[in-house]
């Protein structure tokens, strides 16, 4: 009954310096470490629906974390992990599936 305790104590011990110690945690794909951001100008915006458009489009894009898209300022901020999708592939979603074409801002 003792030792059973013992055996017990030290794996919670071992449980809690396992959590606890840093660099130990699996790598999330998705760290903002590993995510991009890149800022592209929007050719063609015409009023306040063509951010929806386009937001709407790469929300269905696998890697794509977060997309700002403003009429105002005819561009969109894309987050995106590019393990997953490039630049490319986002731009290429943009033009086919909102009608835009984009350069990337610098």
């Given amino acids: 009954m003792k030792s059973t305790r013992n055996l017990i104590a030290a794996s919670v011990v071992l449980l809690v310096q396992w959590i606890a110690a840093p660099g130990t945690a699996l790598a999330d794909p998705a760290a903002p470490s590993s995510m991009a951001r890149r800022v592209l100008h929007v050719d063609g915006m015409v009023g306040d629906s063509c951010p929806v458009l386009i937001t709407s489009a790469l929300k269905q ?33 943009i033009r086919r599936q909102a009608g835009f074409d984009t350069t990337v801002a610098e």
Avoid: F
Wanted: hydrophobic fraction near 35%; charge should be negative.
């Fill in 61 to 93: 894009v696998d890697g794509v974390a977060h997309v700002e898209a403003s009429y105002a300022t005819h561009s969109a901020t894309v987050e995106y992990d590019p393990r997953r999708v490039s630049l490319e592939q986002i731009r290429r979603t």
